[in-house]
């Protein structure tokens, strides 16, 4: 059951408001490809416009707790934790991000974190494509969910959705 479109096939706001308000988690992640030499830029620090990794990471949290701004029929929700990391992987070569944000509520915040990921990534992207326009943002998936009556997801490894 599409839960987004009402008897008309209108899309819709879901009325949570009959939930009981529950502790929920959700874990994201993705990555941004890129050259080996624009990572040794990102690692060294000489990119351009200042310090890639810091930035990226101010920027998902930031896109996290506007994920209701973005995301049409998303619920605002009162986001009490969110951690965004980006870390260097030479074997990518580029940056793999994870993103965990945290709630007290009525529903869940899968959407934060995949905002998380995205805007972080985005980000990257932003600072870097002077010398790098070819880069890939890809992966970008929920690894977990947990609270609420659906209970606990946790994605398989990559390509398995189980």
């Known amino acids: 059951m599409l839960t987004h479109f009402d008897e008309q096939g ?4 879901v009325d949570v408001s009959g939930k009981a308000p529950t502790a929920r988690i959700a874990e994201a992640e993705g990555h ?6 624009t990572l040794a830029i990102v690692e060294d620090g000489s990119a351009k416009k ?3 990794i810091g930035t990226a990471r101010l920027a998902g949290i930031m896109g996290a707790k506007r994920t209701a701004d973005l995301i049409p029929l998303c619920h605002p929700l009162p986001v009490t ?6 870390v260097p992987d030479r074997d990518l070569p580029g940056l793999r991000i994870t993103a ?4 007290t509520g009525q529903t869940g915040v ?6 998380a990921v995205s805007t972080a990534a985005l980000t990257v992207y932003d600072m870097l494509k002077a010398v790098d326009r070819g880069m890939e943002l890809g992966g970008i998936r929920v690894t977990l969910k947990e609270g609420g009556k659906s209970g606990r997801f946790e994605a ?3 390509g398995d959705a189980s």
């Open 10 to 13: 209108r899309a819709h706001m």
């Open 32 to 37: 941004v490809r890129m050259r080996a030499e």
């Open 50 to 52: 200042g310090d890639v």
């Open 81 to 86: 934790k969110v951690a965004v990391d980006l």
């Open 100 to 103: 965990t944000v945290k709630t």
């Open 110 to 115: 899968e959407m934060e974190a995949l905002t």
């Open 156 to 158: 398989g490894p990559r």
